[in-house]
């Protein structure tokens, strides 16, 4: 692995209004892990939930890697799953969801019934996660990883507990995945150092 093994790499993806500068804490640890790691950006507000995805596949198909890692971390992890939908490059090795809503967002649900809700949203986000969700990756080598401190608006929307302050753990899982419950909010997962620990177990094991 990492630089044990130049052929595997990490790729970070990122969540809704983010652009991947809050995944470099999570990056550097990975690094540390003796992983090589990279970033995708894509556009999480404007454009569609489909551009994403082929987004993402075509920068996988570019790497030489023979084997790559991904890790999203809530709307990225929904992309993700839509590109896997349409069957992944050959090169795709093991995939961590972090605080993605797989099942769904009873909050993301809420905002969609309100102009401003959908403004909030965005298409990519509303179609990924309310109105056309992609099915959750089967098959493959999956850890879940949930967060249990609700600091966010879920206590307004009506969010199930335990939940991250956005997303519900229940929302989270998905069958036949690993899942790996952490004591922080839908942010601060990226920070956790038991979530860190896990995954570099995960993708090295």
Not at 54 to 83: C, D
Not at 108 to 121: M, V
Not at 127 to 138: D, K, L, Q, T
């Amino acid at each position: 692995m990492g630089r044990n093994n130049p052929a595997e790499l990490v790729i970070l993806v990122h969540g809704l209004w983010l652009n991947g500068i809050e995944l470099r804490c999570l990056g550097r640890r990975l690094e540390r892990c003796g992983f090589s790691v990279c970033y995708f950006r894509y556009c999480s507000w404007r454009g569609t939930l489909e551009q994403a995805a082929s987004a993402l596949r075509r920068f996988l198909e570019q790497r030489k890697e023979t084997r790559i890692h991904l890790v999203g971390h809530s709307l990225g992890g929904i992309v993700i799953a839509r590109m896997l939908e349409e069957g992944g490059p050959n090169n795709q090795g093991r995939i961590v969801l972090i605080g993605s809503p797989q099942m769904g967002s009873r909050l993301a649900a809420a905002l969609e019934g309100y102009r401003i809700g959908r403004f909030i949203l965005g298409p990519v986000a509303g179609e990924g996660i309310v109105r056309n969700r992609p099915a959750p990756p089967a098959g493959r080598e999956l850890l879940v990883i949930a967060g249990t401190l609700s600091f966010g608006f879920a206590r307004f929307f009506g969010v199930t507990s335990p939940n991250d302050g956005t997303v519900a753990v229940a929302e989270t899982t998905v069958p036949g995945a690993r899942q790996l419950l952490v004591r922080a909010s839908h942010m601060g997962m990226l920070f956790s150092r038991t979530a860190v620990a896990d995954i570099c177990r995960f993708l090295a094991n």
